[in-house]
């Protein structure tokens, strides 16, 4: 054999190694609450009501004292029970049970007085677009819901954002990604698509708010190399220069790395604090880095870092770093006044005493979600023809919801604004003693 | 050291002179690009020690590398699976707290972690490259190659895609004790990594001068079929090669486990990396596969702290391609690299 024909071989075969090195997927980092693939060990009903068995009151009935009983409302909800995103999806579901099993019991009162039996169909879609879109298609098509909530991911969301609109169902996302309700080409909001879930910008913006009430203007961004860590930096580099503070020095890390010479450069570059663009397991592993190498700096993470696998991680280390927080995480530590602590503590009981689990901030996104639908269906009379119905729904999702208390504050939607968050209703928190506490703004300095 | 042949020094020296003038020139242009930032003294030692610690890991690698290939004529792609399996295993052992120190628990599942990885680098011998073993150099870089890969799956099935916590040898926490000297910062789990593979390197020059078994492997290195006239098993000194190997992987792998996040995939980048070593080291010659470690670490985290960090593995890369020009026939066993 020709020496030269197994020398080039051999250069593929290393070239191959080579980029097959470079481009080796990176496993997407999720925030892991404990046991995430845990069935819980109660369910709380069986997945699905029984079908509707009431036939729709004639309209021509004679009004008679018991209240009349209309068309029963169907919510579809999709969550990744399975798959890559199972540690999300596990506690949607299981929050959607919970839900289903109380409205089974009360069912729902419309403004006309009808009262109506609610069915939630729940589905899995295994972490899959392809499984994500078909479901979505047999509960819009089939099972004939009047709203639909899906699902865990963002992609996955993405993925049913044209079947939704096609068909014109109202859907809640429960990820995070702006894209899902805004079409990232001509930044207007997709008419059909709504999400509760808070964004990096609304992170940034409550840092930027503490970083100028403790007169700190140079920071140090320091994100983990995955899309979620770039998003957390461009929030940054886009709410920081408002309120006054530079980004003197900017990098991503591989968590994964043994070295971080980025801090180095942090130190040369004179920031007064670092702000940490990633969600654990990459957070704390930084965390404990800067910590060792710039001892007395100001450490900040992001809203996603809020979870008790940021302290398992970074033991002291984490100690005196804050960071904003969904206030569902921190809810008896909210002071008393705050509306979102009741209705936290009732939901984080029903949640334990189903699943055994502690709660975690995607069983708060599943439950206001949910909320978020009723309230609508709430708000929809009985009879007309199901596109009506839809549309109704809609409608109310995008301008009704005023103030709407959730698991993470006051929502007010609009059709400019289909997440209808403020940054202002983010907790402020400090890690102490190992547990995160709210840090009230007279606090800060 | 008395494993290089006469023939060998003479090569080696220039090998040394050539790496020696690359290492002064790339320096230079490391401090030149570092004076866009605000850097001091300090800064640069602590990059030459924080290199250190990674280039100490690719040194051991890199052994395991040059232990396969001196005797069997094999680059063992496969190495990059051992590293991982050491501190994955040693994990998954260490949570099944068995007793009740957790000290006792982790080194119980650290010997247990390296004496299973040593059986799968056999497995992977006798299964897989034995049966192949009159093919050609290639087809066995690619048996290599497959056996990572299906390995790999394997760890994806067992642990996870996610980064896993080991602990600290001396906190046994994720953070780690550390020592300050003026603005230089040294971590303890750095000093058992140089003192893990200090004593590595020590009881291997023991196994190689003092007893019979080195002493036939390294007969095997210098000539294989002068070995097997004088009666050694060539094939039973494969076997022992990979397992050598595999234990040598694993052992960085295990020390390096606590200052990263050990992951199913973490064995790529860090087998490809010793295989870089290796290479600088000239593939045949254990303390220079060593040197070749050392630098290699030192030189791609300065060039991360003076570039974009997202930048680090492109060095060791570019080393690996200039070598490989350099080299070509290194991937084609040590006869045919003796050949030319």
Known sequence: ?445 | MALLTQSEKKKGISTIQGVALAVVVMVLGLVALGSRYNFGVVDYVQFVVDGLRAGAIYALVALGFVAVYRVTGVINFAQGVFIMLGPMMTISFYEQNWFPSLRLNLFVGALLAIAITAVVGIAIERFTLYPARRALPLTKIIITIGAYLALQGGALLIWGPQGHVMPAFSTLTLADQSFRFGGLLLKAQSLWIWSTVLITLALLGLFFERTRLGKAMRACAVNRQAAQLMGIRVDTMATIAFALAAILGAVGGIVLGPVTRPTYDMGLDLGLKGFVAAIIGGMVNFPMAVLGGLLLGVLENMWAGVTQAGFKDLFAFVVLIVMLLLRPRVLSGPEAEGEH
Request: hydrophobic fraction near 40%; charged fraction near 20%.
């Open chain 1, 1 to 445: 054999m020709n020496v030269r024909n197994v020398l080039l071989l051999l250069a593929a075969c290393v070239l191959i190694v080579v980029m097959v090195a470079a481009c080796a997927p990176e496993p997407t980092p999720t925030p892991k609450p404990p046991a995430p693939t845990a069935v819980p060990t109660k369910a709380p009903e069986p997945t699905k009501a029984p079908e509707a068995t009431k036939p729709p009151a004639p309209t021509t009935a004679p009004p008679t004292a018991a209240p009349k009983v209309g068309a029963t409302w169907k919510i579809g909800f999709i969550s990744a029970a399975t798959g890559a995103a199972a540690s999300l999806g596990v506690p949607e579901r299981d929050v959607a049970q919970i839900v289903a099993a109380e409205l089974k019991a009360s069912g729902i009162t419309g403004p006309d007085g009808v009262k109506h039996d609610v069915q939630i169909i729940i589905h899995d879609d295994q972490s899959s677009a392809d499984t994500v879109v078909t479901l979505a298609r047999r509960l819009i098509e089939q099972d004939q819901v009047q709203v639909l909530i899906a699902t865990t991911q963002s992609g996955t969301s993405q993925a049913i954002v044209s079947v939704v609109t096609e068909a014109k169902v109202p859907n809640i996302s429960m990820a995070s990604a702006r894209s899902i309700i805004e079409d990232p080409a001509t930044k207007k909001m997709r008419e059909w698509i709504f999400k509760p879930v808070p964004e990096n910008t609304h992170s940034a913006d409550k840092q930027a708010e503490y970083l100028k009430a403790v007169k700190v203007t140079k920071v140090c961004h320091l994100y983990e190399n995955s899309s979620y860590g770039q998003d957390t930096f461009a929030a940054a580099s886009a709410s920081f220069p408002k309120s006054g503070i530079t980004i003197v020095y900017s990098d991503a890390y591989d968590p994964k790395a043994t070295e971080f010479p980025q801090l180095a450069k942090a130190k040369a570059s004179g920031c007064e604090a670092i702000v940490i663009g990633a969600i654990p397991p990459a957070s704390p592993v930084m965390n404990v880095a800067a910590r060792d190498a710039l001892p007395t700096i100001r450490i900040i993470h992001g809203h996603g870092s809020c979870s008790p696998d940021l302290v398992k991680s970074a033991g002291k280390a984490a100690e005196g770093t804050v960071m904003p927080c969904g206030k569902i995480l921190v809810a008896d530590t909210l002071a008393d006044a705050d509306p979102a602590k009741a209705l936290n503590a009732k939901l984080i009981k029903a949640y334990t005493d189903a699943t055994k689990q502690s709660i975690s901030t995607f069983a708060g996104h599943a439950y206001d979600s949910l909320q978020l639908a009723i309230a609508a269906l709430k708000l929809l009379p009985d009879g007309g023809t199901l596109a009506d119905q839809r549309k109704a729904v809609r409608d109310a999702l995008e301008t009704k919801m005023v103030k709407f208390p959730t698991t993470h504050g006051l929502y007010t939607l609009s059709p400019t604004d289909h997440l209808g968050f403020d940054a202002a209703e983010f907790a402020f928190v400090v890690v102490k003693d190992g547990k995160f506490v709210v840090l009230p703004k007279d606090q800060w300095k």
